[in-house]
């Protein structure tokens, strides 16, 4: 079975310009979130959404960070406009329920360097 | 701030030595699991702990939770290169709550 699928799995931009990361959850599973990784701060959640709907979007920094989930089995994550401060390893993962008794499923990330 | 404090930062060890990280918290936790994460994927679950006191085996891996709910250690015997990796423990706070990452144990086992 296919796993977390995310896209691309490396982006080199400038600063100022869009970039847009996506995510194909695990199909039936009603959770997914985006995480942020960096030496620094470790792992942090920006978003997370429960059957399309975002429930808890505290963790995006800026109104530059917007993300979407149009249906069940595709979502992005947009910054517009990136800055240096964004590199990162972007994390898409997906769970099934709402226990947090549950496994997450992650992906293989997005890693984004912003010059 | 960071709730959730995992030491050592870096572990460097030979095979076949034997290893205990640790993650610790002023916050009392509903549950709690530990994720190994490789260069260049994402992290995979290996245990939830839900039970004060609990302690679960997996292969070579000893997975205890404090009686307090408050702390967790990983215990590994004879380590393996194989398991070199990033080490993370991420607590729950209830069925609703955020589910809280430490930064990690980064393990590395030279043959």
């Known amino acids: 079975d296919a796993g977390v699928i995310q896209s691309p799995r490396h982006e080199v931009t400038e600063m100022g310009q869009e970039v847009t990361l996506r995510c194909k959850p695990i199909s039936g599973h009603d959770y997914l979130f985006w995480y942020r990784q960096t030496m620094m701060r470790g792992l942090e959640l920006l978003i997370y959404?429960?059957?399309?709907?975002?429930?808890?979007d505290s963790g995006m920094p800026e109104d530059r960070f917007s993300a979407k989930m149009p249906n069940a089995s595709f979502s992005t994550l947009k910054i517009q406009p990136s800055e240096p401060r964004d590199s990162a390893v972007y994390f898409c993962?997906?769970?099934?329920?709402?226990?947090?008794?549950?496994?997450?499923?992650f992906g293989e990330g997005s890693r984004l360097t912003v010059l | 701030t960071q709730l959730l404090e995992q030491s050592p930062q870096f572990l460097s060890i030979q095979e076949g030595e034997n290893l205990t990280v640790y993650c610790n918290s002023s916050s009392v936790f509903s549950s709690l699991q530990w994720y190994r994460q490789e260069p260049g994927e994402g992290p995979v679950l290996l245990v939830t702990v839900v039970t004060g006191g609990e302690v679960k085996k997996l292969k070579r891996l000893t997975f205890q939770f404090g009686d307090a709910r408050k702390d967790s250690s990983l215990h590994i015997t004879a380590a393996q290169p194989g398991d070199t990796g990033l080490y993370l423990c991420a607590g729950a706070k209830g069925s609703q709550g955020n589910l809280i990452f430490g930064k990690g144990t980064k393990l590395s086992v030279k043959p």
């Open positions: 959404f429960n059957n399309n709907v975002p429930i808890d």
């Open positions: 993962a997906s769970s099934e329920g709402p226990r947090w008794t549950g496994e997450l499923f």
